[in-house]
Structure formats: C-alpha cells, structure tokens
C-alpha cells in the first residue's frame, strides 16, 4: 500500500468570531490547537482510510496571533509514515478580509494512529513526500528551534 502526501492535504478554512477570542481579541491557543487536532484528524484518516487517534502533538509554534474577524486558513498532508502511525504536518495562516494580507501564525507537527474496528492500531500505506512538502516540512522542522 502506497499514497502520496498530496492525497491526504486537506485544507479548512475558519472565521475567527469573538467567541473564540480572549480579552486581547486575539483567538485562544486551544482553540488553534482543537482545530489543528481536528484538521490533522482528517489528513490521517484521509490518508489510512481508517479511524485515527492523536498520539502525540510533537512540536508547535504559536508565530503570531489571530484577531477577530481575521480568516484562519489551515492545511495539513501527511509527511511520512511508520507500520501503524503517520506525521502530519499542519501550517496555520491568518488572511485579512480587508487587506488580503496572509501571515502565518502557527506551526505544528503530530503523529497520528490508524485503528482498526477494535480500536487496535492498524498497517497504513506508506507515504511518498514530493518535493515540494519535503522542503516545507524541513524548512519548519528547522525554523524556531
């Protein structure tokens, strides 16, 4: 079993409302990171063809913040594969309605498991990474260390 990373990349696109946001009117961290869980959730399963849990959030960078009213663009593909588990790599960017202007504003790297219909981890097919995500992955991988 072979799939791209191209096949996994999912892409969510969310409103940052006030609900979402703290007293600065920037939106929460935890609420970056339940969409982060969620969209990386979709990559993996996209991927395995299979139900997946998180194992681990291996590394996030909160860059900068999210304000209300700010379009929070999410993309997410799978970057490399073990027997039952895979790497997803997430990059979160902020789009001004306004302006246009794009900024990134988080980072984040996590391992999910694909589980079988006993909730045992299960094979999934291995990934092939083209160029292109190779050196994003790399470059972020290298960035604010």
Same mark, same amino acid.
């Given at each position: 079993m072979i799939a791209s990373a191209e096949q996994s990349k999912t892409i969510q696109t969310r409103l940052?409302?006030?609900? $979402?946001?703290?007293?600065?009117?920037?939106?929460?961290?935890?609420?970056?990171?339940a969409y982060i869980d969620e969209i990386a959730a979709i990559c993996a399963m996209r991927h395995a063809r299979r139900a997946v849990v998180t194992a681990? %959030? $291996?590394?996030? $960078? /909160? %860059?900068?913040?999210?304000k209300i009213g700010d379009i929070l663009k999410l993309e997410a593909f799978v970057y490399s594969t073990g027997?039952?588990?895979?790497?997803? /790599?997430?990059?979160? @960017?902020? @789009? $001004?309605?306004?302006?246009?202007?794009?900024?990134?504003?988080?980072?984040? /790297?996590?391992?999910?498991v694909a589980i079988d219909e006993n909730k045992k981890p299960c094979p999934v097919p291995t990934v092939i990474v083209g160029e292109k995500e190779e050196q994003l992955v790399q470059y972020y991988l290298k960035a604010n260390r």
């Open positions: 940052v409302l006030p609900s $979402d946001t703290n007293h600065l009117g920037t939106i929460f961290g935890g609420t970056v990171l681990s %959030i $291996d590394k996030i $960078d /909160f %860059i900068s913040s999210a027997r039952t588990s895979m790497k997803v /790599f997430v990059k979160v @960017e902020t @789009e $001004d309605l306004f302006t246009g202007e794009h900024h990134l504003t988080t980072t984040c /790297f996590l391992t999910m």
